[in-house]
């Protein structure tokens, strides 16, 4: 049996070259809190970026892909995702 | 850096490279801009490079480009729990010349292909967003970029900016994508030694494998994992309909570690140590989602025109054919000094004379079918491995008592029924 990798282990792999602001923004907080209950976006996205807070959406962008899943995913068009300035983001390094 | 080009080309991934390499080597003045560190910095694909459509642009690429492994053998796993049916192609044809297709490591392949147009006289600028195109009385007639000053003006701009195409968008070629429209993508990649992987999966050196698996891959949802080998690596990845993830609720990662430690997958991995981990989204609303592709002074090409073939697992082939032939539309418009929309839709018809228009109208229906239709996936891969294990497996009853046995696991006359039904509107909705 292979050891599980976690996701936090899975992000290590990966360079970031994380900038000082978010590109990625929830909208209207309030509708993760009381529209939402599944909170979809913590369980879809690849890098687990979108964590539940007890009552806010903690945004971990410095580890975000820019798959864009969150933006077509969100199903109150929620977050408002751009690309992060050129050169900062995530940087693949072979696949 | 002069701010009017004949063309700029936004991204610079197989769509983009190609574009401005065409356009490069007749003399165009182009601007290649690219967000990431690199080409090749932002890019994910699980790995298959086909050889035609690259060679229609640089002929015997394969002698100098980073490139894998030839792939000389396909197979395909009907997966269950802990089952599996198996179909495979081998064929020595593809491992020699001219060869059929290749593996790839996108960093390094963007980077050399974008070399390539940048000798034949392509301006390439990195860590640049375009992020908004200009627009004066209804054309395109620029980008504005994220640099100081960064209005970039041209006669014709292409858009190759992938996937998420904030660009087309915004000229509203296409509202945004649904979750049923885009497949979500996790992979890895897991350092192997050379040898251990050519034991493996039963290859001399220089020879590559592909392996794409349906059915518990998945767990029954939408999409295909897959298995590639390197040179000194193997790519391990699952994609499935994002809506699908949504639907079952499912972590993408989750389902990836499922692949990895499935016990008809796990034994050609074991040992490996992971090196990378990607996710990326892959456009797969096929025909019916291709949005608008010409306007006045701009072109959509590859990903952002929702370019894939996601039955075949062909998309880096529709991307530099795209980017090809909007390049030749470009030579055109250029001869005659007309960037209109009615000149550039000539790139449109082109797209749909070729295979790309061709394959992608032949399977416009079948994503939709099988995510309406989930059974495919849940339950007749399931029974097609019951009835193999009932059938190969020798314990004394006749094989007449084994079809009968199959054929009561196919349910009642009613579900029979169905099934039948399900086979024929499967081969309509594929052939």
Same mark, same amino acid.
């Given at each position: 049996m292979?050891?599980?990798?976690?996701i936090e282990e899975k992000q290590y792999l990966v360079r970031f070259n994380a900038d000082t602001k978010s590109h990625l923004h929830v909208l209207d907080p309030n509708i993760c809190l009381t529209k939402c209950p599944d909170k979809i976006c913590t369980i879809f996205c690849p890098a687990s970026v979108y964590k539940w807070e007890e009552v806010r959406m903690h945004v971990g962008y410095e580890g975000c892909h820019e798959c864009g899943s969150c933006r077509i995913g969100c199903p109150y068009e929620n977050i408002q995702w751009e690309y992060p300035r050129g050169g900062y983001g995530i940087v693949f390094r072979l696949g | 850096m002069p701010e009017k080009f004949d063309c700029i080309v936004v991204g610079a991934g197989p769509a983009g490279t190609a574009c401005a390499y065409e356009l490069a080597k007749a003399g165009v003045n182009v601007l290649l801009l690219e967000r990431g560190e690199y080409p090749g910095a932002k890019n994910v694909m699980?790995?298959? +490079?086909?050889r035609k459509m690259m060679e229609d642009i640089i002929p015997e690429f394969y002698k100098e480009a980073p490139l894998e492994r030839p792939i000389v053998e396909q197979r395909f796993m009907m997966m269950?729990?802990?089952?599996?049916?198996?179909?495979?192609?081998k064929g020595l044809e593809w491992g020699r010349e001219p060869y059929n297709n290749f593996t790839v490591l996108r960093a390094k392949f963007d980077q050399w292909f974008a070399e390539k147009a940048v000798e034949q006289g392509a301006l390439l600028v990195c860590e640049t967003v375009a992020v908004e195109c200009i627009v004066e009385n209804g054309r395109v007639v620029g980008v504005r970029t994220d640099r100081p000053d960064g209005d970039i003006y041209a006669d014709v701009v292409v858009l190759a900016d992938g996937v998420n195409s904030l660009l087309a968008k915004q000229l509203g070629f296409h509202r945004e994508w649904r979750p049923d429209e885009v497949a979500l993508a996790t992979m890895e990649i897991l350092k192997l030694d050379k040898t251990v992987i050519e034991d493996r999966?039963?290859?001399?050196?220089?020879?590559?494998?592909?392996?794409e698996i349906f059915g518990d891959a998945t767990k029954g949802i939408v999409g295909t994992g897959f298995?590639?080998?390197?040179?000194?690596?193997?790519?391990i990845g699952v994609g499935t309909l994002l809506s699908g993830l949504i639907k079952h609720k499912m972590k993408p990662y989750d389902l990836l570690e499922y692949v990895k430690n499935h016990p008809m997958i796990r034994p050609y991995i074991q040992g490996s140590e992971p090196v990378e981990y990607l996710a990326h989204l892959i456009p797969e609303g096929g025909y019916h989602s291709i949005p608008k592709v010409a306007g006045n002074g701009v072109l959509v090409v590859g990903d952002a025109a929702q370019l894939v073939n996601a039955i075949h697992r062909e998309g880096s082939n529709m991307a530099m054919t795209s980017g090809r032939l909007a390049a030749e539309t470009i030579i055109m418009a250029k001869a005659q000094n007309d960037f209109s929309e009615s000149m550039l839709d000539q790139y449109r018809m082109? +797209?749909?004379?070729?295979?790309?228009?061709?394959?992608?109208?032949?399977y416009k229906d079948a994503t939709h079918h099988f995510e309406r239709f989930p059974q495919y996936f849940e339950q007749y891969i399931p029974m097609m491995n019951r009835a193999a294990s009932q059938m190969f497996t020798v314990d004394g009853a006749s094989k007449w008592e084994k079809q009968q046995k199959i054929w009561r696991d196919l349910g009642s006359a009613k579900q029979k029924f169905k099934l039948a039904r399900d086979m024929m509107k499967a081969w309509k909705v594929m052939k």
């Amino acid at each position: 049996m292979m050891k599980a990798q976690t996701i936090e282990e899975k992000q290590y792999l990966v360079r970031f070259n994380a900038d000082t602001k978010s590109h990625l923004h929830v909208l209207d907080p309030n509708i993760c809190l009381t529209k939402c209950p599944d909170k979809i976006c913590t369980i879809f996205c690849p890098a687990s970026v979108y964590k539940w807070e007890e009552v806010r959406m903690h945004v971990g962008y410095e580890g975000c892909h820019e798959c864009g899943s969150c933006r077509i995913g969100c199903p109150y068009e929620n977050i408002q995702w751009e690309y992060p300035r050129g050169g900062y983001g995530i940087v693949f390094r072979l696949g | 850096m002069p701010e009017k080009f004949d063309c700029i080309v936004v991204g610079a991934g197989p769509a983009g490279t190609a574009c401005a390499y065409e356009l490069a080597k007749a003399g165009v003045n182009v601007l290649l801009l690219e967000r990431g560190e690199y080409p090749g910095a932002k890019n994910v694909m699980g790995g298959v +490079l086909y050889r035609k459509m690259m060679e229609d642009i640089i002929p015997e690429f394969y002698k100098e480009a980073p490139l894998e492994r030839p792939i000389v053998e396909q197979r395909f796993m009907m997966m269950d729990k802990e089952s599996a049916i198996t179909f495979s192609y081998k064929g020595l044809e593809w491992g020699r010349e001219p060869y059929n297709n290749f593996t790839v490591l996108r960093a390094k392949f963007d980077q050399w292909f974008a070399e390539k147009a940048v000798e034949q006289g392509a301006l390439l600028v990195c860590e640049t967003v375009a992020v908004e195109c200009i627009v004066e009385n209804g054309r395109v007639v620029g980008v504005r970029t994220d640099r100081p000053d960064g209005d970039i003006y041209a006669d014709v701009v292409v858009l190759a900016d992938g996937v998420n195409s904030l660009l087309a968008k915004q000229l509203g070629f296409h509202r945004e994508w649904r979750p049923d429209e885009v497949a979500l993508a996790t992979m890895e990649i897991l350092k192997l030694d050379k040898t251990v992987i050519e034991d493996r999966f039963n290859l001399e050196p220089n020879q590559g494998c592909t392996i794409e698996i349906f059915g518990d891959a998945t767990k029954g949802i939408v999409g295909t994992g897959f298995l590639y080998t390197n040179k000194d690596t193997l790519s391990i990845g699952v994609g499935t309909l994002l809506s699908g993830l949504i639907k079952h609720k499912m972590k993408p990662y989750d389902l990836l570690e499922y692949v990895k430690n499935h016990p008809m997958i796990r034994p050609y991995i074991q040992g490996s140590e992971p090196v990378e981990y990607l996710a990326h989204l892959i456009p797969e609303g096929g025909y019916h989602s291709i949005p608008k592709v010409a306007g006045n002074g701009v072109l959509v090409v590859g990903d952002a025109a929702q370019l894939v073939n996601a039955i075949h697992r062909e998309g880096s082939n529709m991307a530099m054919t795209s980017g090809r032939l909007a390049a030749e539309t470009i030579i055109m418009a250029k001869a005659q000094n007309d960037f209109s929309e009615s000149m550039l839709d000539q790139y449109r018809m082109k +797209l749909m004379e070729s295979f790309i228009g061709q394959d992608l109208k032949k399977y416009k229906d079948a994503t939709h079918h099988f995510e309406r239709f989930p059974q495919y996936f849940e339950q007749y891969i399931p029974m097609m491995n019951r009835a193999a294990s009932q059938m190969f497996t020798v314990d004394g009853a006749s094989k007449w008592e084994k079809q009968q046995k199959i054929w009561r696991d196919l349910g009642s006359a009613k579900q029979k029924f169905k099934l039948a039904r399900d086979m024929m509107k499967a081969w309509k909705v594929m052939k």
